[in-house]
């Protein structure tokens, strides 16, 4: 057993934090007073071949698996007399802990929690993981948030399905958990949604009197959601339907908690059978007049270019119970289609109806984008109050164009550490710009693992300054593939181009110019064109007589993207 002041590796043992069929968990300290969370197997475990290549693949796991809000791995020995793993130490109580003693979680500090922990499944299955464990009880919320940890039953994807071993926490476990069939990342995100309703009502979502009840309940029953409201309540259905293709991905929830939507993205391609039965749905609980379900088929058809079906779902929903977030969804449309008057005035209905902070939000980013920027500060900093943290974004964007940097840093800082991948970007130009380019890179790193396609543009032009070309033509071709970045065509045009690859880079400028109106698409493939004699043609390209020099690269700066939905 292992006693206090021990070493193990470069920690000191302070004191035992729990224990687990497999080891115990040791508060540790290095030299430096660096602490840790330190597992060692347990002594009788040590000889046993099969524990030892569990133990080894728990690490290999572990160290696949890195991101934001999850621990980070300091040390491990796998092979030694008594294997251990040390993680950064999170201060804080586990989930379960904190609902059993002050209560469900609210407001924003539900929506900050939900942000994170979908962010750290997001980065697991990222890595071809899954998690299979998913519980109040492995989620630790530290001074800086919540962490997802214990990756002692976690397994790596095999083909597309881990190994149908029947493991996990009842009451957390996806249908095809318990019968103990194949399973992937969709048994994590109904873990997801059980752990949501816990953390909002204190209740689990799957209840019974017994565990065969519990069991029946997973397999066949509805979940308990009790006062849950959209846009969470629709996100959560959508994680706890029984069939896991009928489950959105990681990320697909981490989009519509960002952006107020209730179902999935739009995708390219034909619509799926899980998308069709999420219509039809939707469609039956407007029928019975849910005001909720009209503004969920709202989101979803526009999605799919049904404006004028969405608009007419939007009103009839307002009409019928003064439904806010469809005022904020009707706003959004009618903002984009240039009706700005109308737009504005149901934001301002929305605030003074529900003091909504995303209408709040939306507020502020229509009176910015014309101008007014004095009255757009006061609603940021309104939503700010109440937790929102794309607001945390915005006003940062709004205060760093005016030079004050020291706020702007602050504000974007809030806004990562809640979960805002946008703030990412404004913060590392922040950081690149003074000088500081290891921590913008060390940020965009960070960023990349979670899939964020402007921080792959800013990295890659990191990389290309310092003459790291090869590795920034790949973070480029990735940010097109997998976020069609029209900043990274316009680079790696202008890097094919310098390499002679003319053909390869105007084809690039032309899509980017295409797809988002890119100006110095336009004015680069101006200079291609000059360079072989060639007058650009038509108001998208500038005209050859007026291009000369270099190819222009571009930073993705942080900017007012079009209102999100709420």
């Known amino acids: 057993m292992a006693e206090a002041g021990q070493r193990v590796g470069g920690f000191r043992l302070v004191r035992e934090l729990g224990a687990g069929g497999f080891g115990t968990v040791h508060l540790g300290e ?14 009788h475990l040590a000889n046993d071949a099969q524990v030892r290549r569990y133990f080894v693949q728990e690490l290999a796991t572990a160290r696949t698996v890195q991101g934001f809000c999850l ?33 469900p979680r609210t407001g924003g500090d539900l929506d900050r929690l939900a942000v994170q922990t979908i962010t750290a499944l997001a980065a697991i299955h990222a890595a071809g993981v899954v998690h299979r464990d998913l519980k109040p009880a492995n989620i630790l919320l530290g001074p800086d948030g919540a962490r997802v940890i214990d990756f002692g039953i976690a397994r790596a994807l095999d083909a597309g399905t881990a190994s149908a071993t029947r493991i996990g926490t009842l009451g957390y476990m996806a249908p095809e958990q318990v019968e103990g069939t194949a399973l992937g990342p969709a048994a994590d995100l109904f873990a997801w949604g059980a752990v949501m309703i816990h953390a909002a009502t204190g209740a689990e979502a799957f209840p019974g009197p017994t565990q065969a009840a519990r069991i029946h309940q997973v397999l066949t029953g509805p979940p308990q959601t009790g006062d849950l409201a959209d846009p969470l309540l629709g996100i959560v259905l959508t994680c706890t339907a029984k069939d896991p293709a009928h489950r959105p991905t990681a990320r697909q929830v981490l989009d519509m ?6 179902t999935p993205p739009p995708h390219e391609g034909p619509t799926t059978a899980a998308e069709d039965d999420e219509e039809a749905r939707l469609r039956c609980a407007v029928e019975g007049g849910d005001t909720d379900a009209m503004n969920s088929l709202g ?40 009706e700005e008057g109308e737009a504005e005035a149901l934001y301002r209905r929305a605030i003074t109806e529900d003091g909504n902070t995303c209408a709040m939000t939306n507020l502020g980013l229509l009176l910015a984008g014309r101008g007014e920027e004095h009255e757009a500060e006061s609603w940021f900093r309104r939503a700010v109050e109440g937790g929102e943290t794309y607001a945390m974004y915005c006003l940062g964007v709004l205060l760093a164009g005016r030079g004050e940097e020291g706020a702007a840093e602050t504000l ?13 970007i404004g913060l590392g130009v922040l950081l690149r710009d003074r000088g500081e380019v290891g921590a913008a890179e060390t940020l965009y790193r960070r960023a990349i693992e979670g899939g964020n396609a402007d921080a792959m543009v800013n990295l890659g032009v990191l990389l290309d300054e310092r003459g790291e070309v090869g590795a920034a033509e790949e973070l480029y071709r990735r940010a097109i593939t997998e976020g069609a970045s029209t900043t990274a065509m316009v680079n790696l045009g202008a890097l094919l181009d310098e390499r002679g690859e003319v053909g390869a880079a105007e084809e690039l400028y032309r899509r980017a110019i295409t797809e988002g109106g890119n100006t110095t698409a336009m004015y680069n493939l ?3 064109l000059a360079g072989r004699g060639e007058r650009g043609g038509g108001r998208d390209v500038v005209p050859a007589r007026h291009c000369r020099g270099r190819r222009h690269r571009r930073h993705d700066q942080p900017r007012f993207p079009a209102e999100g939905s709420g």
């Open 257 to 262: 908690l960002l952006t107020g939507r209730t």
């Open 299 to 338: 989101v979803l058809l526009r999605d799919q270019g049904e404006e004028g079906e969405a608009e007419e779902l939007y009103r009839r929903a307002i009409t019928e119970d003064g439904n806010t977030c469809a005022m904020i969804n009707l706003g959004v449309l009618l903002r984009d289609r240039g």
């Open 526 to 528: 101006g200079v291609l």
């Open 71 to 103: 621990a980070a791995i300091l040390d491990a020995d796998a092979e030694g007399e008594r294997p251990w793993i040390a993680t950064e130490y999170i201060d804080g109580p586990t989930l379960a802990q904190a609902v059993r003693e002050h209560g």
């Open 30 to 43: 290095d030299a430096a007073g660096r602490r840790a969370a330190v597992k060692l197997l347990h002594p």
């Open 412 to 424: 974007y800082r809030r806004a990562i550490e809640s979960g805002n991948t946008r703030a990412v």
